[in-house]
């Protein structure tokens, strides 16, 4: 059964962007998915000290939340992310921990498919959400889309299931996934020798000054 990890930014385990979460973790069920929800964001995650460690140890010099899910995302066949949207931006927790999870793990995440989900009051949702899906565009990840940008709104879990066209949004991009998932598996075959091509030669980094 194909996996889906589902990380909750938000302090908040029940709240808006938990709810939004919920419904695309009730349809990936339906659509035979196995899902684990991380609770990232009660969690005091610290940023990237940009120190190194994980390029000899492949793993992160904090030994935190972010090791302990490293092993879920190499598991995973897709990854969602969910964040309440603080100043027009995804949470600082989120950005901590997603910074420090990409960066800090060596293994490939080509064809892992992802999806962010972003929550707001009023207004900073579209921001948030192009932040959070640029880690899964330079990873090699294929981005799932739904019928509007995948964002719900409200101050409340409540206000939040009022919002019939942000969840309708949750529900069709849990399909989508699904379908992509299962489409991508079938493509690259169980030894995955079907995956496209990764040049990783060319490093630009104009060493000679020019
Ligand atoms: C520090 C902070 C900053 C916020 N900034 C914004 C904002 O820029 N735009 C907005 O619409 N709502 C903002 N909000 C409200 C939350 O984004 C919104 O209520 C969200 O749906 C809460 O999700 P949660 O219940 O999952 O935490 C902010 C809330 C906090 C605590």
Known sequence: MAKILLLNGSPHP???????????????????METELVQVGSQAIRGCAGCGYCSKNGKCVFDDLVN?????????????????????????????FMDRLFYSTNFSKHMKVGAAVVSCRRGGNTASFDVLNKYFTISGMPVASSTYWNQVHGFTAEDVKKDLEGLQTMRNLARNMAFMIRAFGQAAGPDGTGCPQMERDSFTSFPDGK
């Open 14 to 32: 029940h709240g808006c962007t938990a709810a939004a979460l919920d419904e695309v973790i009730r349809v990936l069920h339906e659509e035979e």
């Open 68 to 96: 302990e899910v490293a092993p879920k995302f190499e598991a995973a066949d897709g990854l969602v992310v969910g964040s309440p949207v603080y100043y027009g931006s995804p949470n600082g927790t989120i950005l901590s």
